[in-house]
C-alpha cells in the first residue's frame, strides 16, 4: 500500500509517479555541501522507488516520497522566514512522518531538537525557555498545553504531527506542507553548522543542549558504515524511539547512509520482533530488549537466521544476557558505546574478537584514552577516566560556554564521565561512572534532578535517589527520604505526584524512610552505602 504521506499529496495533486530520474542528479551534491542530507540524498539507491521505510500497518515510502515529502515540508519551514540556526523542537510519537520532519529540518539548514515523549509540561518548560526554538511540533493531543508554553516562551510556529495510526487527520504540519512544491534544493551547510541538539540532563539537575554539527553526525555515521559492514541487501529492523541518539541517529542515518530498507515499529515489543527478524539483518537495541527477547520461547537459531547482526548500547550490557543470547541464537551481540555528545566512541567489530563485558576498540577517527587523577595515560587494566577526542565529539553545550569548558581538558579530550580501563588488545571496559546517573531500560536519568523536586515537598528534609540491579531495566530508581519532624509522606503519595510532575521513567520504582542518610568526613551523602542497603531489598 503507498504510504498515506505520499498517495494523499499525489491524490491532491495528480502527480506523475515519479517527476524525478535516477539518483544520477544527486550525486553532484556531496563533493560541496557538508549538510548532512545532501550526504545522504547522494546515497540513495539507484531505483528511487525501492522502499525506504516499511512501516508496520503496511505502508510503504519510496526513496522519492523521502525526498519529495521532507522538501515539501522544508519548503514550509522556509517560508516562515525563520532565523539562521532557528530550533525546531519536536514531540510526537514515532513514524515516519517524524523521521521525514527531522530530514526536512536538517535539509533547510534548521537545527532540530527532539523531545522525549514522555516529558511533562515541566519538563517541556524547561526545554523551551532554553533552546527558544522558533517552530514547535507536537501531538495534536498534547497542542493545547504545549501551544500554550510554547507562545508564553516566545514561539511563533506550533504545528501539529499525528501518529499514522490516526489516518489522514495527519495533523496540521502535513496539511500545511501540502501546498508547498516537493522539490527544494537543500541548503549550503559548513561541516560545522548546527543539526540537532539533544538535552542530556545534567549531574547538577539542569538538563544541557548537545549541540551536534553536521559533520559530528556525518563522520559518525560514515565510520560506523564501515565498522559495521552496511550492505546493499540490508534491511533494519527499527524499534527504537526517535528522540535520542540511538534510534534517531545510530540506527535511521545506517539505513539512510546505505540507501537500504528500514521496517519501523512504533515501538519495541518483543514478540512483534520476532515476527520480524526472518525479513531483516540489522537489529539495534538497548539492553532491555535483548533480556525480553530471550524471555520468548521461540527466540531461536531459526528465527534468527536471516539476521546479520545484532547491536547493543546506551547501557551496560550483562555477560550473562551476552552469553545467554549466543547460547540461545548462534549471534554474537555486537556492543558499542556512545554518548549524545559524542554518538559512538567504540565498537566490537563485525569481523574479529567480540569480548562479552567490553565496549570494543576505539572507532577509526576517534580518539579515547583513559587517564588518571593526575591527567597521566592509565596502563593496560588499569582503571581512570574514559576522555575522547575526534570529529564526532560535540559542538558544546547549548548557551553555556563555561560548563562546556569545564568537561573538555586543556588538549581538547572530553571528559565522558565513565570510569574504564582497556585490555591488551585495546578493547575498553566501562567499570562506572563519575557522574551521578542511573540508566534505566537505556534512558538516562540524573538523580539531582529527582531529589531537587522530592526536597521541594513540604514534608521533605532531604532524600538520596539511588539506582539498583534490575533484571529488566538494568538500574531501577530509587529513592531514599528523610521527612520533618512530625511530617508524614507515603511512597504511593510520593510517587503519584511526582508522576504528575516529570516523565515516567524517572519516578521512583521503590520509596524508603531514614531518619538519617549517611554521610562521609566530607559530609558527602554516601550513596555506595545506600545501594548497598537496599539492594538486597
Ligand atoms: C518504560 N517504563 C520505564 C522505562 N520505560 N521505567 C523505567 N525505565 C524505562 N526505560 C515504565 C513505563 O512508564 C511503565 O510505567 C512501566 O515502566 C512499564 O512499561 P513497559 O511497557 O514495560 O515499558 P516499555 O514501554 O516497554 O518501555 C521499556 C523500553 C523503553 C522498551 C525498554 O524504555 C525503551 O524503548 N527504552 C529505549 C530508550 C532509548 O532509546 N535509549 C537510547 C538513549 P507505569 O507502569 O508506571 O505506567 S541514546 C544513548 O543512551 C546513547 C547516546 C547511546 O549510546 O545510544
Ligand atoms: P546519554 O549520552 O545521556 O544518552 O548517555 C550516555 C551514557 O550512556 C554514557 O556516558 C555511558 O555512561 C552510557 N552508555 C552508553 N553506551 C553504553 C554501553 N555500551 N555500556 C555501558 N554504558 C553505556
Known amino acids: 500500500m503507498k504510504a498515506s504521506l505520499v498517495s494523499w499529496i499525489n491524490a491532491r495533486q495528480n502527480l506523475p509517479e515519479n517527476k524525478f530520474g535516477t539518483n544520477q542528479k544527486y550525486s553532484a551534491m556531496i563533493s560541496t555541501n557538508a549538510n548532512l542530507y545532501a550526504l545522504f540524498a547522494a546515497n540513495f539507491p539507484q531505483d528511487l522507488n ?116 490516526a489516518g489522514n487527520n495527519s495533523g496540521s504540519l502535513l496539511q500545511r506542507a501540502l501546498s508547498h512544491p516537493d522539490q527544494f534544493e537543500t541548503v549550503q551547510s559548513a561541516p560545522d553548522d548546527l543539526a540537532a541538539i539533544l538535552y542530556t540532563s545534567g549531574t547538577t539537575g539542569r538538563s544541557k543542549g548537545a549541540m551536534l554539527t553536521h559533520d559530528n553526525l556525518a563522520s559518525n555515521a560514515k565510520v ?25 541517529f545510530v540506527a535511521s542515518h545506517g539505513a539512510l547512509l546505505n540507501g537500504t530498507k528500514m521496517i519501523f515499529l512504533a515501538k519495541f ?73 559524542t554518538a559512538m566512541l567504540t565498537s566490537n567489530p563485525y569481523v574479529g574478537k567480540r569480548v562479552g563485558g567490553t565496549v570494543g576498540q576505539a572507532l577509526a577517527g576517534v580518539d579515547v584514552r583513559v587517564v588518571t587523577s593526575e591527567s597521566l595515560a592509565c596502563a593496560t587494566d588499569e582503571i581512570g577516566d574514559i576522555q575522547v577526542k575526534g570529529a564526532n565529539v560535540f559542538k558544546g553545550y547549548w ?38 546517573l542511573i540508566i534505566s531500560g537505556g534512558y538516562n536519568v540524573y538523580p539531582k534532578e529527582i531529589e531537587s523536586i522530592i526536597d521541594d515537598m513540604p514534608e521533605v528534609l532531604e532524600s538520596a535517589v539511588i539506582g539498583l540491579p534490575h533484571a529488566e531495566f538494568g538500574e531501577v530508581v530509587v529513592a531514599i527520604i528523610i521527612l520533618k519532624p512530625k511530617k508524614t509522606l507515603s511512597e504511593l503519595t510520593l510517587i503519584a505526584r511526582l508522576k ?21 568526613a566530607m559530609g558527602k551523602v554516601q550513596k555506595n552505602i545506600l545501594r548497598a542497603i537496599y539492594k538486597k531489598g
Open 50 to 165: 525501492s522502499c525506504c521505510i516499511e512501516t508496520e500497518d503496511a505502508r510503504y515510502f519510496s526513496w522519492l516520497d523521502i525526498e519529495r515529502a521532507s522538501a515539501k515540508i522544508a519548503n514550509l519551514l522556509s517560508s516562515l522566514q525563520l532565523q539562521v540556526g532557528a530550533r525546531v523542537a519536536v514531540q510526537v510519537e514515532k513514524s515516519a512522518e517524524a523521521l521525514i520532519l527531522y530530514l526536512a529540518t536538517v535539509r533547510a539548514g534548521y537545527v532540530y531538537l527532539p523531545l522525549n515523549t514522555a516529558y511533562r509540561d515541566a519538563e517541556v518548560e524547561y526545554f523551551l525557555r532554553d533552546a527558544e526554538p522558533e517552530v514547535v511540533v507536537c501531538a495534536p493531543q498534547q497542542f493545547g498545553w504545549v501551544s500554550q508554553l510554547a507562545f508564553k516562551t516566545g514561539t511563533r510556529h506550533v504545528f501539529t504531527l499525528d501518529a499514522p495510526a
Open 224 to 248: 560506523l558504515k564501515e565498522t559495521w559492514a552496511w550492505n546493499k541487501h540490508d534491511v533494519l529492523l527499527h524499534t527504537l524511539p526517535l528522540f535520542h541518539v540511538h534510534g534517531l
Open 269 to 341: 515489543n518483543a514478540a512483534q520482533v520476532l515476527s520480524y527478524l526472518p525479513r531483516t539483518t540489522v537489529f539495534m537495541g538497548v539492553p532491555t530488549y535483548y533480556v525480553r527477547l530471550l524471555q520468548e520461547s521461540n527466540f531461536t537459531q531459526e528465527t534468527c537466521k536471516n539476521m546479520r547482526v545484532f547491536i547493543s548500547g546506551s547501557a551496560p550490557l550483562l555477560l550473562d544476557t551476552f552469553l545467554k543470547f549466543t547460547r540461545c541464537t548462534g549471534h554474537t551481540i555486537l556492543e558499542r558505546y556512545g554518548m549524545s555528545e
Open 399 to 436: 548557551r553555556m560556554p563555561e560548563k562546556t569548558a569545564e568537561e573538555f581538558t586543556n588538549d581538547g579530550y572530553f571528559h565522558t564521565g565513565d570510569v574504564g580501563k582497556f585490555d591488551r588488545d585495546g578493547y575498553l571496559s566501562i567499570v562506572g561512572r563519575s557522574k551521578d
Open 500 to 520: 504528575e510532575m516529570i516523565a515516567n521513567f524517572k519516578v521512583p520504582k521503590s520509596v524508603y524512610f531514614l531518619d538519617a542518610l549517611p554521610r562521609n
